[in-house]
């Protein structure tokens, strides 16, 4: 216990750490996500094919894997060598979680009536402007309960990068776990951490999802 | 019932200027839905002004024909024109097309997610590149045409359907097309809201503007209409004056369509 309180500055910067891993990487693969999305249900073929590849090999692939790809296999190859161990955090979270985040709002995508993109065509709108005036506005409206899960799961999933020496808030409670009596409490501690930061972001997602409701 | 101004433009189309006076043709067109062959050698010429009813019963292709003159639907063999310039593959050339022909769909697909205004204005504001105040000025004076000014802060879900569909012809109306194509513009409405519809798009014709109208409305044929065109399986199976048609259809499928729904 007086582990936890009188090295609480410790604690503090693990979890902002988490923060900044889980925002970074949010931000990140909700735009690679939206990105792949529109590839799939988009006209070039090519970028179909790519896209759609791209998630189901990643979907099936453990997050740990596409750590040791980011963090040793990358490197072998000449990419991301001099990167801080955060952002390379970030790239391995964001490989990852862009997929997930793409069928959420591909699901999103396919419960935007049919007729809200044809009348966007037939005003000459092109394919761009079509996704980003009138489909994905309205796609991204329906995905917001989807999409929490995803980025819920995503800020659990950035504990995976203790593994790789980020002394995030994971990494934090085991070294404190390693030095304590009382692992109990320090459990907790970190758990209630994670709590409120997903409690966070639930209560974003509930709080847009209302205004929209009343938007419509 | 043809203005008098419309006549002469019909009949100098008949002599000299045929090409010139003709905004959208469709040369030996067919389409296909897999085995389906949905439009069958379509030849179809509109004139500049022209008001044409399409008539038809369920499945006889007329929605696929509206949807190939702006390339809603590509189709598969022969040509389709729009004031002299064959249609362009899908792209930014085919987008700039479609800003020139109006479509107002049965479901009117008013942007949801937009308020009324900015359904008008959002093509204007994307497409021709106007200014925001601009376009809402515009959009404002269209609204205020339709009838439905006083609504334009308002989301679609917050109208009823008549007041919708007259958005949807506004929407349309604020790209200034060459053209408007209306597919059952009246089928989803409630009685007592049609004739607030058709008044709009009787005023527009009025105002000379080149329609494409697929409707069963036979009054609206009869107010507006220069030509009715009938389709069966695919097919234009007959043209002629709305009069005529009403009165004295020629094919056997005609009159068997019209036997159906004039008993109703
Ligand atoms: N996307 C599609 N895929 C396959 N078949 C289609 C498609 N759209 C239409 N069809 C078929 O093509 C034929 C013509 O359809 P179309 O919608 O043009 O008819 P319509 O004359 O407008 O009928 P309605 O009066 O019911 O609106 C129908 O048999 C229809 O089932
Ligand atoms: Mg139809």
Same mark, same amino acid.
């Not at chain 1, 997050?63 to 790809?69: A, E, G, P, T």
């Not at chain 2, 002469?8 to 839905?33: C, E, N, P, Q, Y």
């Not at chain 2, 930014?92 to 942007?111: I, T, Y």
């Given at each position: 216990?007086?582990?936890?309180?009188?090295?609480?500055?410790?604690?503090?910067?693990?979890?902002?750490?988490?923060?900044?891993?889980?925002?970074?990487?949010? @931000?990140?693969?909700?735009?690679?996500?939206?990105? +792949?999305?529109?590839?799939?249900?988009?006209?070039?073929?090519?970028?179909?094919?790519?896209?759609?590849?791209?998630?189901?090999?990643?979907?099936?692939?453990?997050?740990?894997?596409?750590?040791?790809?980011?963090?040793?296999?990358?490197?072998?190859?000449?990419? +991301? @060598?001099?990167?801080?161990?955060?952002?390379?955090?970030?790239?391995?979270?964001?490989?990852?979680?862009?997929?997930?985040?793409?069928?959420?709002?591909?699901?999103?995508?396919?419960?935007?009536?049919?007729?809200?993109?044809?009348?966007?065509?037939?005003?000459?709108?092109?394919?761009?402007?079509?996704?980003?005036?009138?489909? +994905?506005?309205?796609?991204?409206?329906?995905?917001?309960?989807?999409?929490?899960?995803?980025?819920?799961?995503?800020?659990?999933?950035?504990?995976?990068?203790?593994?790789?020496?980020?002394?995030?808030?994971?990494?934090?409670?085991?070294?404190?776990?390693?030095?304590?009596?009382?692992?109990?409490?320090?459990?907790?501690?970190?758990?209630?951490?994670?709590?409120?930061?997903?409690?966070? +972001?639930?209560?974003?997602?509930?709080?847009?999802?209302?205004?929209?409701?009343?938007?419509? | 019932?043809?203005? *008098?101004?419309?006549?002469?433009?019909?009949?100098?189309?008949?002599?000299?200027?045929?090409?010139?006076?003709?905004?959208?043709?469709?040369?030996?067109?067919?389409?296909?839905?897999?085995?389906?062959?949905?439009?069958?050698?379509?030849? %179809?010429?509109?004139?500049?002004?022209?008001?044409?009813?399409?008539?038809? *019963?369920?499945?006889?292709?007329?929605?696929?024909?509206?949807?190939?003159?702006?390339?809603?639907?590509?189709?598969?063999?022969?040509?389709?024109?729009?004031?002299?310039?064959?249609? *362009?593959?899908?792209?930014?050339?085919?987008?700039?097309?479609?800003?020139?022909?109006?479509?107002?769909?049965?479901?009117?697909?008013?942007?949801?997610?937009?308020?009324?205004?900015?359904?008008?204005? %959002?093509?204007?504001?994307?497409?021709?590149?106007?200014?925001?105040?601009?376009?809402?000025?515009?959009?404002?004076?269209?609204?205020?045409?339709?009838?439905?000014?006083?609504?334009?802060?308002?989301?679609?879900?917050?109208?009823?359907?008549?007041?919708?569909?007259?958005?949807?012809?506004?929407?349309?109306?604020?790209?200034?097309?060459?053209?408007?194509?209306?597919?059952? *513009?009246?089928?989803?409405?409630?009685?007592?809201?049609?004739?607030?519809?058709?008044?709009?798009?009787?005023?527009?014709?009025?105002?000379?503007?080149?329609?494409?109208?697929?409707?069963?409305?036979?009054?609206?044929?009869?107010?507006?209409?220069?030509?009715?065109?009938?389709?069966?399986?695919?097919?234009?199976?007959?043209?002629?004056?709305?009069?005529?048609?009403?009165?004295?259809?020629?094919?056997?499928?005609?009159?068997?369509?019209?036997?159906?729904?004039?008993?109703?």
């Amino acid at each position: 216990m007086d582990d936890v309180t009188s090295e609480f500055d410790l604690v503090l910067q693990a979890f902002w750490l988490t923060i900044q891993l889980a925002a970074l990487s949010g @931000v990140v693969s909700l735009v690679l996500g939206t990105v +792949l999305a529109a590839m799939r249900v988009g006209p070039v073929a090519p970028f179909r094919l790519a896209a759609t590849t791209y998630v189901n090999v990643v979907r099936n692939t453990p997050l740990l894997i596409v750590f040791v790809f980011v963090f040793v296999a990358f490197p072998n190859l000449g990419l +991301l @060598v001099g990167t801080p161990f955060l952002l390379k955090g970030v790239v391995a979270v964001s490989l990852y979680t862009a997929p997930f985040v793409c069928e959420a709002i591909r699901a999103g995508i396919n419960a935007v009536p049919l007729g809200q993109a044809e009348a966007a065509r037939a005003i000459g709108l092109t394919f761009g402007q079509t996704m980003g005036n009138v489909v +994905l506005p309205q796609a991204f409206r329906a995905a917001v309960p989807p999409l929490a899960s995803v980025l819920i799961a995503m800020t659990k999933n950035t504990s995976i990068a203790a593994v790789f020496g980020l002394m995030e808030a994971t990494a934090r409670m085991r070294y404190f776990t390693n030095n304590s009596a009382d692992d109990t409490v320090i459990f907790l501690v970190f758990a209630l951490g994670y709590i409120i930061i997903v409690e966070t +972001l639930s209560a974003g997602a509930w709080g847009l999802e209302r205004r929209w409701r009343v938007a419509r | 019932m043809a203005r *008098p101004g419309r006549m002469w433009i019909v009949s100098g189309a008949m002599t000299t200027h045929r090409t010139t006076d003709d905004l959208v043709v469709l040369d030996h067109v067919d389409k296909w839905f897999g085995q389906l062959h949905v439009l069958k050698d379509v030849d %179809l010429r509109i004139r500049r002004g022209e008001v044409v009813v399409v008539i038809g *019963p369920s499945g006889s292709g007329k929605s696929t024909l509206c949807r190939a003159i702006n390339r809603l639907e590509p189709i598969d063999k022969g040509t389709i024109t729009l004031d002299g310039k064959p249609l *362009p593959e899908e792209g930014k050339e085919l987008a700039a097309l479609r800003a020139e022909v109006g479509m107002v769909f049965q479901s009117f697909n008013l942007f949801a997610h937009k308020t009324i205004l900015e359904n008008v204005t %959002l093509g204007p504001i994307k497409v021709r590149g106007h200014k925001k105040d601009a376009a809402e000025k515009r959009a404002r004076e269209l609204l205020d045409r339709v009838g439905v000014g006083h609504q334009a802060e308002k989301y679609p879900a917050q109208l009823s359907g008549g007041q919708q569909q007259r958005v949807a012809i506004a929407r349309a109306l604020a790209m200034e097309p060459k053209v408007m194509l209306f597919d059952e *513009p009246t089928s989803a409405l409630d009685p007592e809201m049609i004739s607030e519809v058709l008044e709009v798009m009787v005023d527009l014709a009025k105002q000379g503007m080149t329609m494409v109208v697929v409707t069963h409305e036979m009054g609206f044929a009869r107010t507006a209409g220069d030509r009715v065109v009938f389709m069966a399986d695919g097919a234009i199976v007959e043209e002629a004056t709305p009069e005529q048609f009403f009165t004295n259809p020629q094919s056997d499928r005609a009159k068997d369509f019209l036997g159906k729904i004039l008993k109703h």
